[in-house]
């Protein structure tokens, strides 16, 4: 069971979420920790710090608010002028690039024109490099004390360091025609994926040079619904094409492609009775008409409507394989976890009902579960803190399911955050701490950070 506390923001309207890095690096100190957290006009970067890391580095930063998995500092602040808005947010390292030197800590943002503005859309990359060369706030005040001047003057806290959108940036990666919605990061490469269904592979080593560009979801197959990466693959999921296809990366050539719809007719079969009997979270509407009830017959008539999301394990062995197998054609391995909605035509209790599927990946990929989940779209899917999960699920209500997914998926804990209104929940997860960090969404402005027991 995950304990869950809440953390004041004071963002408005946030709606993205990041964090970084996944993995620390072995050898030499650890990374700095950071979270960032955007609305559509402006961009907060976090650094994530414990008690012994603040004397380590430094109190940096702004004002801080505390949580259990450390002080949540103000680094950077970022403000998008009025004719554009942010679409996407992204860390452009996870800490597994290797090498022999550490990559320089940077944040990826997307922003498109707002409707009635002109320019294209692009992403900026910016260093997560500002050097403080003192120690100051609370930091300063400790180190004076233990020096023996206790009545030392303590200098102001620093204030976070400003961005701005026109300048003083790393690069700008253009191209896309069309709002980039979606990023993923592989050791090497960045991907970006637009609303259009086109998807661009960017050379991070090589001053992110865009090394592939092909169109993965076309217009009459609905929008780019979600995607994912690994170490070798990008995965994707077309809206209303009720397909997952896996491409090669950096070079973007299909590797696999499964009709999730075709493929798991049978189970469907099975799961639909349980949407009149077995899920509490299934059932009518309070107030609803036992008229309404759909009679067996409707409900036969269930079919997938929609995928919503997709994600792989973060594990940094999952799936792993050598990369000369990949370049000789071998299949990508491993789960993959795929979110979706029930058609709307089977009556009340499958309207908006979403479900959860784990795919296992091969040569001939297989369903190997799914389930009924919320009552509502399943907004967000997150997979950790741990190697071996759990996965974590939000809907557009704002209530978030913590899932087991061996040996078949399984409910062990509702999340609920009193957001009545409709959302966009954000997920992000932080291996190093053992915490999983979400957002509603909306007027809600509090971070909610779970631990487990």
Same mark, same amino acid.
């Given at each position: 069971?995950?304990?869950?506390?809440?953390?004041?923001?004071?963002?408005?309207?946030?709606?993205?979420?990041?964090?970084?890095?996944?993995?620390?690096?072995?050898?030499?100190?650890? /990374?700095?920790?950071?979270?960032?957290? =955007?609305?559509?006009?402006?961009?907060?970067?976090?650094?994530?710090? &414990?008690?012994?890391?603040? /004397?380590?580095?430094?109190?940096?930063?702004?004002? !801080?608010?505390?949580?259990?998995?450390?002080?949540?500092?103000?680094?950077?602040?970022?403000?998008?002028?009025?004719?554009?808005?942010?679409? =996407?947010?992204?860390?452009?390292?996870?800490?597994?690039?290797?090498?022999?030197?550490?990559?320089?800590?940077?944040?990826?943002?997307?922003?498109?024109?707002?409707?009635?503005?002109?320019?294209?859309?692009?992403?900026?990359?910016?260093?997560?490099?500002?050097?403080?060369?003192?120690?100051?706030?609370?930091?300063?005040?400790?180190?004076?004390?233990?020096?023996?001047?206790?009545?030392?003057?303590?200098?102001?806290?620093?204030?976070?360091?400003?961005?701005?959108?026109?300048?003083?940036?790393?690069?700008?990666?253009?191209?896309?025609?069309?709002?980039? %919605?979606?990023?993923?990061?592989?050791?090497?490469?960045?991907?970006?994926?637009?609303? !259009?269904?086109?998807?661009?592979?960017?050379?991070?080593?090589?001053?992110?040079?865009?090394?592939?560009?092909?169109?993965?979801?076309?217009?009459?197959?609905?929008?780019?619904?979600?995607?994912?990466?690994?170490? &070798?693959?990008?995965?994707?999921?077309?809206?209303?094409?009720?397909?997952?296809?896996?491409?090669?990366?950096?070079?973007?050539?299909?590797?696999?492609? @499964?009709?999730?719809?075709?493929?798991?007719?049978?189970?469907?079969?099975?799961?639909?009775?349980?949407?009149?009997?077995?899920?509490?979270?299934?059932?009518?509407?309070?107030?609803?008409?036992?008229?309404?009830?759909?009679?067996?017959?409707?409900?036969?008539?269930?079919?997938?409507?929609?995928?919503?999301?997709?994600?792989?394990?973060?594990?940094?062995?999952?799936?792993?394989?050598?990369?000369?197998?990949?370049?000789?054609?071998?299949?990508?391995?491993?789960?993959?976890?795929?979110?979706?909605?029930?058609?709307?035509?089977?009556?009340?209790?499958?309207?908006?009902? +979403?479900?959860?599927?784990?795919?296992?990946?091969?040569?001939?990929?297989?369903?190997?579960?799914?389930?009924?989940?919320?009552?509502? +779209?399943?907004?967000?899917?997150?997979?950790?803190?741990?190697?071996?999960?759990?996965?974590?699920?939000?809907? %557009?209500?704002?209530?978030?399911? @913590?899932?087991?997914?061996?040996?078949?998926?399984?409910?062990?804990?509702?999340?609920?955050?009193?957001?009545?209104? +409709?959302?966009?929940?954000?997920?992000?997860?932080?291996?190093?701490?053992?915490?999983?960090?979400?957002? @509603?969404?909306?007027?809600?402005?509090?971070?909610? @950070?779970?631990?487990?027991?």
């Amino acid at each position: 069971q995950f304990l869950t506390e809440e953390v004041p923001l004071g963002l408005v309207r946030p709606q993205f979420l990041a964090f970084a890095p996944l993995w620390q690096a072995s050898g030499g100190p650890p /990374s700095k920790r950071r979270l960032a957290v =955007a609305s559509e006009s402006t961009v907060f970067v976090y650094r994530v710090e &414990h008690p012994d890391q603040m /004397s380590e580095f430094g109190a940096s930063g702004g004002s !801080a608010a505390s949580s259990s998995v450390g002080d949540l500092r103000l680094e950077y602040k970022l403000d998008l002028p009025a004719a554009c808005s942010v679409s =996407a947010l992204l860390f452009g390292e996870r800490g597994d690039e290797g090498g022999s030197r550490r990559a320089t800590p940077t944040l990826l943002v997307a922003a498109a024109p707002v409707e009635g503005c002109g320019g294209q859309p692009c992403v900026r990359v910016y260093r997560c490099e500002t050097a403080h060369a003192q120690p100051t706030g609370e930091s300063a005040g400790k180190g004076a004390a233990a020096e023996g001047l206790a009545d030392a003057p303590r200098p102001p806290e620093a204030q976070p360091t400003l961005w701005q959108w026109e300048q003083g940036f790393a690069t700008s990666l253009e191209g896309h025609t069309t709002q980039v %919605s979606h990023l993923g990061l592989s050791a090497l490469f960045l991907v970006s994926g637009d609303d !259009a269904g086109w998807c661009r592979v960017w050379d991070k080593p090589r001053q992110y040079s865009c090394v592939a560009s092909e169109r993965l979801v076309a217009e009459s197959d609905g929008a780019l619904a979600d995607m994912a990466t690994d170490r &070798h693959f990008l995965y994707t999921c077309g809206a209303s094409d009720l397909t997952v296809s896996v491409w090669t990366v950096p070079d973007l050539k299909p590797a696999l492609t @499964v009709s999730t719809h075709a493929a798991i007719q049978g189970l469907l079969s099975k799961l639909v009775p349980t949407i009149e009997c077995s899920s509490p979270a299934m059932a009518p509407p309070v107030g609803a008409d036992d008229e309404a009830t759909p009679e067996p017959g409707a409900l036969k008539s269930t079919q997938l409507a929609r995928l919503t999301g997709l994600r792989r394990p973060i594990s940094r062995w999952s799936g792993a394989q050598p990369t000369k197998t990949v370049r000789d054609g071998g299949p990508p391995k491993g789960l993959l976890f795929v979110a979706g909605e029930l058609t709307r035509g089977a009556g009340p209790t499958c309207l908006g009902a +979403s479900f959860m599927m784990v795919w296992a990946l091969r040569a001939e990929p297989a369903c190997q579960s799914i389930e009924l989940a919320h009552t509502s +779209s399943i907004s967000a899917v997150a997979y950790g803190p741990y190697d071996n999960g759990p996965l974590v699920t939000a809907d %557009s209500r704002g209530v978030f399911w @913590v899932w087991d997914y061996a040996p078949r998926l399984a409910i062990t804990q509702q999340v609920e955050t009193g957001c009545f209104t +409709s959302s966009v929940p954000k997920l992000a997860v932080d291996p190093g701490s053992r915490a999983v960090y979400a957002i @509603v969404g909306g007027s809600d402005q509090r971070l909610f @950070v779970w631990r487990q027991q």
